[in-house]
């Protein structure tokens, strides 16, 4: 059973700078894909950034192109998500998930659409 382990949340002023980490630990390759999500108060949650661990695809929601980059360790064991021109609408709680599950649910993110059943417990991010 693999662990995914969110880390680099915190708060900052708008315009601001933050990197989300996340830590991948005991998934194949069967689990490929690892994505960015995030909840804000009275929100459903969204995907933001999607990586595709084998061919280094990356996808992103129109809400954050151009100001998030996901990017992967040589390792393949962490993922990050660079976010920069931190606006309040991004105050959320931020989650990475992990493809391969049968019964996941089902995300679309920037054209990239797959079903994601593993999840970390979320870093908070606050911009004010």
């Known amino acids: 059973h693999g662990q995914l382990v969110e880390s680099g949340g915190g708060s900052v002023q708008a315009g601001g700078s933050l990197r989300l980490s996340c830590g991948v630990s005991g998934y194949g390759n069967s689990r490929n894909c690892i994505g960015w999500f995030r909840q804000a108060s009275e929100k459903e949650r969204e995907g933001v950034a999607a990586?595709?661990?084998?061919?280094?695809?990356?996808y992103y929601s129109d809400s954050v192109k151009g100001r998030f980059a996901i990017s992967q360790d040589n390792t393949k064991t962490t993922v990050y998500l660079q976010m920069n021109n931190l606006k309040p609408e991004d105050t959320a709680l931020y989650y990475c998930?992990?493809?391969?599950?049968?019964?996941?649910?089902?995300?679309?993110?920037?054209?990239?659409?797959?079903?994601?059943?593993?999840w970390g417990q979320g870093t908070q991010v606050t911009v004010s």
């Open positions: 998930a992990a493809t391969g599950s049968a019964d996941g649910q089902r995300y679309c993110i920037g054209g990239f659409c797959s079903g994601f059943g593993y």
């Open positions: 990586i595709n661990l084998l061919s280094t695809n990356t």
